[in-house]
């Protein structure tokens, strides 16, 4: 990679890298690919992996609903992410977040190690049989913490709760005037129209637009393409932008909008291309809330 | 129908009617493939009516335990990912979505409102008050076995608490999928219990393993919608409880509905018509079509034949297609056959059902401790 291109990822990713957290930014390398999720069982949960060009990632280990979502079996996954030196982890090399709002805790530990946050996966839309690779327990990669129950230890839910109170905070003060407008982004998987995990940010919007009584509330829906470790660019599917706009207008409308408020979508059906280090931000809905 | 599987019609009009004040557009077309009853094509009553009618029969739901099953929740539901509960029109309140199978109703008031119409073809509406009696009276109920043939009195001092009625109007709602808080609670002290015959001792140990067949024992979860896809991966590995979470019912704590595959081809139960057999087949069977923008049904894709679509013909969607709202698990014993559409006729059938699906391997030790634990809940 020529020089100056490669400080300007740098400077880039930077920020990034910062947010994960346990990645040496220097050592960083991006990877992005589409693969068959592989399923590798351990004495108390079980892994998942994935494979590109004859080399074996660890994306995370199975969890409680909420946070990183695993793989699902059935179909391809793609995978967005950053190489760690850590130790290997079920016979795969570690892949960590490349700092998305998709990240909520850690996802365990191996060896006494903290597991990084996990790389961003969107489980691609339609089916593929082909994927269903299902490894047995294997002794050598019995190493996950914590060993748990059938559901979550006490532990796990208090954490859960302290997040679940972190999230929702304080109650904010009512805004004073004058007001300005503001943007709120939702973030999606991958050829989703389903913001499973940014939707808090739908109740923030409308949560402004009711404290200022806004003159209108506009959801803005993004098209977006990923740029992959080989080069190619993967496009969302045509209608994405338009499936999200209409989900997210049909979800403010049961929710309801104060007297006065209008509602207005606008699609942006043009591809937002991928450059391969944050791709995830373009996959996205933005809901401006004006005074 | 009734007789052989104890199901009743439910004729739904498609497409559905909205939903929080939102008109809702399918995201599929439903061809009937089968049609035994002839009421899918009847000219006046099917789906090609004036009046479009998708008529699917499903098993009764026990009017009992209600706290356990209708109650105030946060407003987005993990099984719809981006998508909020009903509200209950009376109190703005959005509701767990738990009381019917295909969860259209919010609450015991709009369920008693529809049921007025559809089933007893009321031609007034309710007063305010009666809706008031109906739903004292119905949220006032207990029921759970109170006795077991083999096990003797499931209600005796000392007993298990998560057993019995009296328990039930007790305890409170919760999470109970975990080692802190159990959601049928303990049966050790029935391993064994002082004053047992040696067929009570021989039972109640059965019971106590069953229980702990449920609670503890991993198998990989697979290719169920609203389970494996509400964030924890396809497998996983987990335990009965993990789905069946909600303390004393079983139930799931959030919006129930799940596509196990009791109503969707390839795992529901089919009679497979032949000249030489008297068995015939009996239930309706629906070719769904998505459309070539919806998301596709998770494990089935978009073309699925099921006998009820499920939840999909409340919420029009592809994924929901064959999902259907757990029910709780009391007097199981008195209540057969089993699944929405009866298609398990014994306790052991249903046990059967979930070893094949999901590929468990339960020994028959295992199923007979299973199948007894769940008689006596």
Known sequence: MPRILSR???????????????????????????????????????????????????????????????????????????????????????????????????????????????????????????????????????????????????AQIAGLQQNANAARGAPADAPKPPFVAKTFELHYEFDSELAGLTINKLQEALKYAGDIKAKSVEVVSYRASVKLSNGKQLDEIAKIAELRAKELANVIRMFGLPTGTELKVRVVAVVQPGNGIDDWTRRRSDIIVRP | MLLNRGLIRVGLQWPPKPRNGVPTEPEFTIEVVRDPTGCNTDPVYGLNSAKPTVSVYRRPRIAANLKYINYEVGSFNAKRLAMINDRDPFTGKYMSMNIMS????????????????????????????????????????????????TGGSLVEQGGPDGLGPHNLEKQERGLGDNFGTPLFHSFAMWNPAPGETSGQREFRASVARGHDVFFKRPFYISDTTHINTVGMGNPMKRTCATCHNSNMVGTDLSAGWVDVGTTNLPY???????????????????????????????????????QDPGRALISGRCVDVGSIVMGQFRGLAARAPYFSNGSAATLRDLVDFYDRRFNIGYTTQEKEDLTNFLSVL
């Not at chain 1, 609903?65 to 391809?76: A, F, N």
């Not at chain 1, 996966?121 to 914590?146: G, H």
């Not at chain 2, 018509?273 to 069977?285: Q, R, Y």
Request: charged share 20%.
């Open chain 2, 102 to 149: 295909d969860a259209r109703e919010p609450s015991l008031r709009t369920q008693a409102i529809s049921a007025s119409h559809d089933h007893l073809q009321v031609k007034d509406e309710l007063t305010a008050d009666t809706l008031d009696r109906i739903v004292n009276f119905e949220s006032q109920i207990y029921a759970a076995q109170v006795d077991s043939h």
């Open chain 2, 268 to 306: 529901a139960r089919v009679t497979l018509d032949n000249p030489w057999s008297e068995e015939k087949t009996e239930l309706p069977l629906f070719k769904i079509t998505c459309n070539a923008d919806a998301r596709p049904h998770t494990f089935l894709g978009r073309v699925i034949y099921t």
């Open chain 1, 8 to 154: 300007r990822l740098f400077n880039v990713a930077l920020p990034l890298v910062l947010l994960a957290g346990t990645v040496d930014a220097a050592e960083s390398q991006r990877l992005g690919f589409v693969a068959c999720p592989v399923f590798q069982d351990t004495n108390t949960v079980p892994c998942w992996l994935a494979e590109y060009q004859g080399e074996t990632y660890f994306l995370g280990i199975q969890t409680d609903s909420g946070g990183w979502t695993p793989p699902l079996q059935g179909h391809q996954v793609l995978v967005e992410g950053i190489v760690t030196a850590q130790p290997r982890v079920c016979g795969g090399i570690v892949l960590a977040s490349p700092g998305s709002v998709f990240d909520k805790r850690p996802s365990g530990k191996s060896a006494g190690v903290d597991l990084p946050q996990p790389p961003v996966i969107s489980t691609m839309r339609e089916l593929d049989n082909s994927c269903r690779t299902m490894l047995p327990e294997n002794p050598r990669y019995n190493t996950l913490e914590p060993r748990r129950g059938p559901g979550p230890g006490n």
